[in-house]
């Protein structure tokens, strides 16, 4: 077999370079659709629906160019409630359709909602595809640790030990860790952010829009029926500082109160681990660097996250790289024959049915 | 009976290329080829040009193939052991212009084809399967057509991407064979929900699990029926022989398109590899496929405004409006739960359930009407001396079927045949059909699928013949069914010991 070298490169753009803007002004409401919005009173989901349809005018996309998918879950409900195109599609299965969607539509923003379960669980597959190919999607992975639909199984995130409805006797598998999986199928913008902290919420999700392939971005989301408290390290005003392990683009990695602790990096194993920054002095700390191509620090860095019970996270962009995307590529080869051999029109069809092997019958 | 021996004549005869003696022998088909062209006075150059051209890379393999033709040639004419030669008059065929084909080549030119006639981009989103992968290798390769293929992560992608291009106004299709199907079904039923226009191609193979992937059979219809959660009716249409796979995938996407409805093609592995002589359709005179976007609102709002209803149906049709993305002012949400009717909004109520159960039944039961008459082959039958007996097929035994009938009406005996391309409504007037025959005879490679269709559609007792050996039914045993099936009509027992096939099947 034999393997070419892509014609290209495909200069990086922006995201939503070929979505069509809108000259009207947009606001909040206008994103709002009809629907009453279901989720138990509480719940993450809202904040994170609030935020969207917040942020969504500020785009300044046309509606109507905005294509919302989901799987199934709490959060897969998402769709409903925005007045753009959607579809509230089967168990697992959004990034699939987002794909097909993506593909052939290079003029829509296109945003796939999932959950822990849809993603990790029953879409295990279609998730690590759709970021190794690099669609341009959008995809805002739920992840509240617990399967809240169904009333309370333990999930694919889940610590550990978890006691649920059919784990009486705490769950005996490991979970995964959104952002390591997402690294390690090398998407090429995976970040994690809280449902509560608006403002980093808006900042994180308008960066995802923006890049051009399969963004991703895991929302630490409280289920306050079947998991309630699963976030709280991380929001609790006291602690947090010492929780949120913060990642800036270009910064050294540094948190704690007034900054006391860092991250630095193992120099034979590549780990990484927190310290004392008074410990190692701030030369020793590892300067975040999201457009590395490789993701291995990245990797490292996701690994800061606890397994159990959460006490300690890195939040924040972990990789942005621009490298080329399926549908650009796929899109490119379209073009490229019709450039070379003409577009297919009734002639060219009847030429092909034809072939080149033919008789005739008097 | 002659005995020749091929391997060494072959690797005589093209010693001079020096080629290993397992190369040399690779050409003893080409030998063969040369006697039988002789023998039947075949010509020679469509063969020499062909062997020219595919080995014109290797100038070797060209000359030593091209050589062995030439000898095996000679064999026949220079060798005195062969007697006779043959003269085979044309066969009486339709004038004009023919290529061979198979059937993965004709249905992948049918996609195509209905690409053009809609003026939709062809979009294939598919996993590797035998024998459905050469659909995606041909469409790989007509990327000037405005086709996309998709090579998935699974099965399940494959459809889903088809449908997630569907839902962005392209000709979604997807291309599989019986476990493949298995896995699509989930999806399948989403479809059924959302409306969209799909198309699945189920390049049927010997079953269950696994099974024979190399092997044909006919196993998947109530699969295709019937294999999904709730009543989840999908149209299916099946062709009979490799060339009519162009004509049923157009048909199969005319359904998918008009009504907005997952369709199912049902071919399979005969189809797909076996070839026969196509005469090629004039491209102007291939129907159009309206694709008939909904582009403006369809009702009236509260204030008075236009306001889009998504599951708004049409009369005739009872398809819901195609409102692509892109579309502005027709933002709606669709989804797999039960919809309202014409909102589309999520509803629990029962009577809108049923309603909208019946009301998908419906939009498939109508499609019967654009259907046309079944061709009925029955010669008697003007002359009101029809046959008493009926032989109904689908998909790809048409051969096999009719050249059974054909052998038994050489006995001056009278049997009709009527082969079903719409599997899924069936034809309005099969009912009557049917009826107008003491005994209805369904030769399947399955297990009487069809029949069991025909028996609770139409409460008619269609008798089965059944062989599910991987192999396509022969002309000669078939024939012998059948006239075991006539000499029971006579009163007669239905096996004749004089017979070379035992009447196998027929109730005694």
């Known amino acids: ?362 | 009976m002659h005995a020749v021996d091929l391997t060494t004549l072959t690797v005589e005869a093209v010693k001079e290329f020096g080629l290993t003696r397992k190369d040399a022998s690779r050409a003893k088909n080409m030998f063969a080829l040369g006697l039988l062209s002789w023998m039947y006075g075949r010509p020679t150059e469509p063969t020499t040009e062909f062997l020219t051209t595919r080995f014109g890379a290797k100038p070797t393999l060209r000359d030593a193939n091209v050589t062995a033709f030439r000898t095996g040639w000679n064999f026949g004419e220079t060798t005195e052991a062969f007697a006779v030669t043959y003269e085979i008059k044309p066969a009486a065929m339709p004038s004009g212009r023919y290529r061979n084909v198979t059937g993965n080549a004709a249905l992948a030119f049918g996609l195509i084809a209905a690409g053009q006639q809609s003026g939709l981009p062809v979009f294939l989103g598919s996993y590797p399967i035998t024998p459905a992968s050469d659909i995606l290798h041909e469409l790989s390769k007509h990327k000037r057509f405005g086709v996309t293929t998709f090579q998935a992560e699974d099965e399940i992608a494959g459809v889903g991407a088809a449908l997630g291009a569907a839902f962005g106004g392209a000709l979604g299709v997807t291309t599989t064979s019986g476990p493949g199907v298995c896995l699509k079904s989930e999806t399948l039923g989403l479809a059924v929900m959302l409306e969209l226009p799909l198309l699945v191609c189920d390049i049927q193979r010997g079953g269950p699990s696994t099974g024979l992937p190399t092997k044909t059979e006919q196993s998947d219809l109530l699969q295709a029926m019937f294999g999904r959660n709730g009543e989840a009716p999908l149209p299916i249409v099946a062709p009979r022989s490799p060339a009519d796979c162009f004509d049923a995938t157009l048909e199969a996407v005319r359904i998918a398109v008009t009504y907005r409805t997952p369709v199912m093609l049902l071919s399979d592995g005969s189809l797909a590899n076996g070839s026969e002589p196509w005469l090629l359709p004039d491209v102007a005179d291939l129907a159009p496929i309206d694709p008939d976007f909904a582009t403006a609102p369809n009702a009236r709002a509260d204030d008075g405004g236009g306001s889009f209803l998504p599951y708004l149906r049409d009369e005739d049709t009872l398809a819901r409006p195609w409102a692509v993305p892109g579309t502005p002012g027709l933002m709606n949400r669709v989804g797999g739960l039960e919809k309202a009717d014409r909102t589309g909004d999520i509803s629990y109520d029962p009577d809108n359930h049923d309603l909208m159960v019946r009301t998908r039944q419906a939009k498939v039961d109508v499609i019967a009407r654009s259907l046309p008459p079944t061709e009925v082959d029955d010669p008697g039958a003007e002359l009101a001396r029809g046959a008493r007996m009926l032989v109904v097929g689908w998909g790809s035994t048409y051969g096999a079927i009719g050249a059974a009938v054909r052998r038994v009406r050489r006995d001056r005996r009278q049997v009709a045949q009527v082969h079903l391309r719409h599997l899924n409504p069936l034809p309005p007037d099969l009912g009557e059909i049917l009826a107008r025959y003491d005994r209805v005879v369904v030769p399947e490679m399955n297990l009487g699928q069809l029949a069991l269709l025909l028996r609770g559609r139409y409460l008619v007792d269609a008798l089965s013949h059944t062989q599910v050996s991987g192999m396509p039914f022969k002309a000669a045993p078939l024939a012998d069914v059948l006239r075991g099936h006539l000499r029971q009509l006579d009163g007669q027992p239905a096996v004749q010991h004089s017979e070379r096939h035992p009447a196998a099947g027929v109730p005694a």
């Not at chain 1, 809280?194 to 409280?222: K, M, W």
């Not at chain 1, 683009?249 to 991250?263: C, I, K």
Request: negative net charge; proline residues 5%.
């Open chain 1, 1 to 362: 077999m034999t393997a070419v070298d892509l014609p290209g490169p495909v200069l990086a753009r922006d995201g939503l370079a070929d979505v069509p803007t809108s000259d009207d002004t947009q606001t909040r409401k206008d994103y709002a659709s009809d629907q009453e919005v279901r989720w138990c009173p509480g719940c993450g989901d809202y904040i994170v629906l609030n935020a969207v349809q917040g942020f969504l005018p500020d785009l300044g996309l046309r509606r109507e160019n905005i294509v919302f998918v989901s799987g199934i879950g709490c959060s897969s409900r998402f769709p409903y409630y925005l007045d753009t195109y959607g579809m509230h599609s089967i168990h697992g299965r959004a990034p699939a359709i987002a794909t097909g969607l993506a593909i052939t539509r290079p003029d829509l923003s296109v945003w796939v909602v999932t959950g822990d379960g849809d993603a990790l669980s029953i879409g295990g597959n279609h998730l690590i595809h759709a970021l190794r190919r690099n669609v341009n999607l959008t995809i805002l992975l739920f992840n509240n640790r617990i399967y809240g639909l169904t009333k309370g199984q333990y999930s694919p995130t889940s610590e550990t030990g978890k006691v649920t409805k059919s784990t009486p006797l705490g769950s005996v598998d490991r979970p995964f860790n959104p952002v390591s999986l997402a690294l390690g199928a090398e998407g090429t913008f995976v970040a994690r952010t809280i449902d509560s902290d608006r403002a980093h919420l808006t900042e994180v999700l308008r960066a995802a829009a923006s890049h051009r392939g399969t963004s991703i971005v895991e929302i630490y989301q409280n289920c306050p029926i079947f998991n309630d408290g699963a976030f709280d390290a991380f929001k609790d005003k006291n602690s947090r500082e010492a929780t949120v392990i913060s990642l800036r683009h270009g910064e050294p990695v540094r948190f704690g109160p007034d900054g006391a602790l860092g991250v630095t990096r193992d120099s034979v194993t590549g780990s990484m681990r927190v310290v004392e920054v008074a410990d190692v002095g701030e030369s020793a700390l590892v300067v975040h660097d999201a457009a590395a191509d490789d993701p291995s620090s990245a990797f490292a860095l996701s690994r800061l996250t606890d397994a159990g019970a959460l006490q300690q996270s890195p939040i924040g962009i972990f990789r942005q790289v621009e490298q080329p995307t399926y549908d650009d590529l796929a899109r490119q080869q379209v073009a490229t024959a019709q450039g070379t051999e003409g577009a297919g029109d009734s002639a060219g069809l009847a030429a092909l049915l034809t072939g080149t092997d033919t008789w005739t019958v008097a």
